[in-house]
């Protein structure tokens, strides 16, 4: 079983509606990463964070330690948000290494 | 804008024949790892390096070797491709203090 689990594991949207994309994990952490990963393969880091909340332009993430829970909000969702967004943790037990979710794939319709 | 580069961006090749998959990084940084994607699948950890000379093997077993000679090169060898490593191939890269990691645009293999 995977410890990082997202969901929902793919989610279509119309242009201008409101995202949410959840991540839980088992395991303890030191700081989770969300990640954008376009068609053509290559991933953009979004967020680093290990407590509460971070926003950049129409997107914002929040992160609950207590309750091993992240979410990734997208505001005003557009075509060019189409993409997987994955949620990858860095472990206490581990130095530098990530555990990924399995990815949510979101595709927004105009 | 992250500054780590990877070579080729595609590859077809047939079974048997060895290859090298190019990362380099500007940045500096001493941490660099190679993940392994299956389409539609989470990324694995095959190698990390945290610096010159430095290598381990990830949590995913793999018949690919690294090396670390430079602190910005970190190239990934398979001395016999096989149709089981068809799969795209992403290299990342940290620095010590910062534990955010930026990621490559990704090798996708096929062996035939």
């Known amino acids: 079983k995977n410890e990082v689990e997202q969901s929902p594991q793919n989610l279509t949207a119309q242009e201008g509606e409101f995202i949410t994309i959840n991540c839980s994990y088992s395991?303890?952490?030191?700081?989770l990463h969300w990640l954008q990963q376009h068609p053509g393969g290559g991933i953009v880091s979004l967020f680093m964070l290990s407590s509460g909340k971070k926003k950049h332009g129409r997107l914002i993430a929040t992160i609950n330690i207590q309750e091993k829970h992240s979410s990734l909000h997208i505001t005003a969702s557009h075509p060019r948000d189409s993409a997987v967004y994955i949620c990858a943790v860095l472990t206490t037990d581990s130095w530098g290494k990530l555990q990924f979710g399995a990815g949510t794939q979101v595709v927004v319709t105009p | 804008e992250a500054d780590i580069y990877q070579t080729p961006r595609y590859l077809v090749i047939g079974t048997g024949k060895k290859i090298t998959l190019e990362c380099s990084q500007t940045m500096g940084h001493d941490k660099m790892y190679w993940y392994q994607q299956d389409p539609g699948m989470e990324l694995h950890l095959i190698h990390y390096?945290?610096?010159?000379?430095?290598?381990e093997k990830g949590d995913l077993s793999s018949e690919s070797t690294v090396s670390r000679i430079r602190t910005e090169h970190f190239p990934l060898t398979l001395e016999s491709a096989r149709p089981s490593h068809t799969s795209q191939y992403l290299c990342?890269?940290?620095?010590?203090?910062?534990?955010?990691?930026?990621f490559g645009p990704g090798t996708r293999l096929t062996v035939l």
């Open positions: 390096s945290y610096g010159v000379n430095s290598t």
């Open positions: 395991v303890g952490i030191s700081a």
């Open positions: 990342a890269s940290s620095d010590l203090v910062s534990i955010e990691q930026f």
